[in-house]
Nanobody, 121 residues
Framework: QVQLVESGGGLVQAGGSLRLSCAAS????????MGWYREAPGKQRELVSI???????NFADSVKGRFTISRDNAKNTVYLQMNSLKPEDTAVYYC???????????????WGQGTQVTVSS
């Protein structure tokens, strides 16, 4: 059974920083893309950032220059460093991983349980 466990959310003042972590556990062959989505009250879930297995990154326009994403393949963990946070960044942040199970070749999407990020003005 594959599980994604997130940590690092919380309450921060505008201009502050937070670092989210998401670790994948269980038995699987490999992980392709890893990333973060967020869902604000009354809004649809949106992509924040994604990183490929090769390290290529992509960011939503709203977070470019403020957020960075990285991964540690040895630990099956993805990180989201969030700087210069704004009140509009307030949302539940969900980790996302594309995992290839043992025996392959297909990949399956897994989601974390979500972690609340609240930015006060």
């Amino acid at each position: 059974q594959v599980q994604l466990v997130e940590s690092g959310g919380g309450l921060v003042q505008a201009g502050g920083s937070l670092r989210l972590s998401c670790a994948a556990s269980g038995r699987f062959a490999s992980i392709n893309n890893m990333g973060w989505y967020r869902e604000a009250p009354g809004k649809q879930r949106e992509l924040v950032s994604i990183i490929t297995s090769g390290g290529t990154t992509n960011f939503a326009d709203s977070v470019k220059g403020r957020f960075t994403i990285s991964r540690d393949n040895a630990k099956n963990t993805v990180y989201l460093q969030m700087n210069s946070l704004k009140p509009e960044d307030t949302a539940v942040y969900y980790c996302y991983c594309e995992i290839i199970k043992l025996g392959g070749p297909y990949q399956y999407a897994y989601w974390g349980q979500g972690t609340q990020v609240t930015v006060s003005s």
